[in-house]
């Protein structure tokens, strides 16, 4: 049997040789160092053990990743797929200790944008210093999957893990930086559009930002605004601590470009996907050195007090225009963009 | 906007009110009485926190499931995606705790089949008491993903989790039961062949038999023979452990039906997957305590021994025919049957 060695086959998913190979040398080589246990991602065997600190709560997130393009402005499937996961942690207050990656591949698909999506994956996980548990990988006919999806289930460790339901009333309302930016690049960078912008997708991790303002104290809440957005985000959070989210509309930091693509599409910005923000609902009397702390590190030099809980309409998202009125922000039916992340 | 509410659209993988709907009405009226921790599924929160055992190893496996056809003789993607990660941490010596459910859907894809697949999910996981972590939901468009494919991270607790490394010579090599159900059965039931056969896959979660097994001691190695099938997990056995695996090919145990679709297609049964099967090998003083242990559960009536660990040719799997002669079983290259599992 011939084998082309620059695409993949469907004998790359497997669970024979030709699997072995393709995951010994364009995938195992990203992740060399790091280990989390006695049997680790080097041992390839049905799972991986994990050594635990022995105090705080084991918190685990799982997210799969159908992003298009997989190549974008800013990132690619892996830094997203890495920084999804590690940032569904942080926001529940969790320091990453391990990650898995099960990859799933069309037939033909180029086992050098493999390498180069596993290298994303790889050196979003360096910065935090997060090890891969294990993976798996499996292939698809041609036509049977647009291109590549990859899971990841991440594990962490919280002294004690932060709800997004506990806003209480009279907390401030956070954003750690611009909002829309992923949305509406991936959006720019779609063959239906191919406009030529200056938009790059936010896509980062978070962790290093919020390991810096957990110890200042009165988190009550915090969630990543991803599909859906900032309007979908806010309104569960109501929801679920029965609060209403009072937002100044003025408040909100929105890049021009991103305002500019918005209004040009009559898509919302606050109804796109983030990659890198979060929403922190803050007790009043930290709030303050909460923002300090935020826009004291690179990724959150725009961050911003965007509103307070209230009580006026429990459950509800009320935003106030530039204007004075006020209007309810509802939540989307779903986020406007398809396969955003 | 106006939906079919009897099929996936893209909304509903978009992260607002149609996702939530989907949610609450097809999926977690399935998983409703267990919880893993403070806080758990029914939350939705951005993650789930897991409440662990004060002693024990944790372990923690993955996999995606892209099988086809997704309902198949003997289960269906949702049996397999449970099964298949219990398996892998059973296989490790593990107790399952908690399991994350991922699921990506082509548009149009029949929300009955949804309920379907996920309550055949949480039957098997209802047999060992395991719960849901947590998940996510992602919709793909049409002819951008043929169906539905699953995702599932396993955590589990082990005394001390047992490798797929530990073999040593002079150790008894045991099948908890027949080789090859899986494979030839998903095989038959393809469009392709549409054979009208007894075959049926052995899809089945085998916590409960590995558990009566484990306390009998003397097991130094296990694996479950997936994707290809029992040539591909004996040759890693083999390589890992530095031994060699002497099989007798008579005492493999194989279907009637089987071997014969085996025989017409020109398949070895060898080389297809298992999905409720271990390979188990044990210290010879306990071997036959752990086959008499395996027999005795219902899983394991086909139980044997079909070999031993020896020396002669480190790292390589060694068959003694039924006349006598002797051979390499190599590695395979993959799985013959391409979305097996």
Redesign the interface.
């Known amino acids: 049997?011939t084998e082309s060695t620059d695409r993949i086959s469907?004998?790359?998913?497997?669970?024979?040789?030709?699997?072995?190979q393709l995951l010994a040398e364009h995938v195992m080589p990203h992740f060399a160092a790091r280990s989390v246990?006695?049997?680790d991602v080097t041992?390839m065997?049905?799972?991986?053990?994990?050594r635990?600190p022995s105090d705080g709560?084991?918190?685990?997130?799982?997210?799969?990743?159908?992003v298009k393009p997989v190549f974008f402005p800013g990132g690619d499937i892996g830094t997203l797929a890495a920084a999804g996961t590690l940032n569904?942690?942080a926001?529940?207050g969790?320091r990453p200790l391990?990650i898995?990656?099960?990859?799933?591949i069309e037939e033909d698909f180029a086992i050098a944008d493999i390498d180069r999506i596993v290298k994303s994956f790889a050196d979003v996980l360096a910065e935090s210093d997060v090890a891969v548990?294990?993976?798996?990988t499996?292939?698809?006919?041609r036509?049977?999957?647009?291109g590549i999806?990859i899971?990841t289930?991440?594990?962490g460790v919280?002294e004690r893990?932060i709800?997004?339901?506990g806003a209480e009333e009279g907390d401030a309302i956070l954003v750690s930086g611009t909002i829309g930016d992923h949305g509406m690049a991936l959006l720019a960078a779609r063959e239906a559009f191919r406009l030529d912008t200056e938009l790059c997708s936010d896509v980062a991790s978070i962790w290093p930002m919020i390991r810096s303002v957990l110890p200042i104290g009165g988190v009550h809440a915090m969630?990543?605004p991803?599909?859906?957005g900032l309007a979908?985000a806010l309104n569960e959070m109501a929801r679920k601590s029965g609060t209403t989210m009072e937002i100044e509309q003025a408040a909100i930091p929105i890049r021009e470009a991103v305002a500019g693509l918005s209004d040009l599409l009559g898509i919302s910005p606050l109804e796109v996907?983030n990659e890198g923000k979060a929403i922190l609902i803050v007790a009043p009397e930290t709030a303050e050195d909460v923002l300090a702390a935020l826009r004291n590190h690179p990724l959150g030099r725009d961050a911003a007090v965007i509103g307070r809980v209230g009580s006026s309409h429990p459950g509800r998202v009320v935003v106030t225009t530039p204007v004075g009125g006020r209007r309810f922000l509802d939540?989307?039916?779903?986020?406007?963009v398809?396969?955003i992340c």
């Not at 065997?45 to 994990?50: I, M, W």
């Not at 499996?138 to 006919?141: A, H, I, L, T």
């Not at 036509?143 to 647009?146: F, I, N, Q, V």
């Open positions: 049997m469907p004998l790359h998913g497997a669970g024979g040789e030709m699997m072995e246990g006695r049997i041992a065997d049905d799972g991986a053990t994990l635990l709560e084991l918190v685990v997130t799982t997210d799969s990743h159908v569904d942690l926001v529940m969790a391990a898995t990656l099960a990859v799933i548990a294990c993976g798996d499996k292939v698809m006919g036509g049977e999957l647009d999806a899971n289930t991440g594990i919280a893990a709800r997004d339901a969630k990543d991803t599909r859906g979908a996907a939540m989307p039916l779903g986020d406007p398809p396969r």
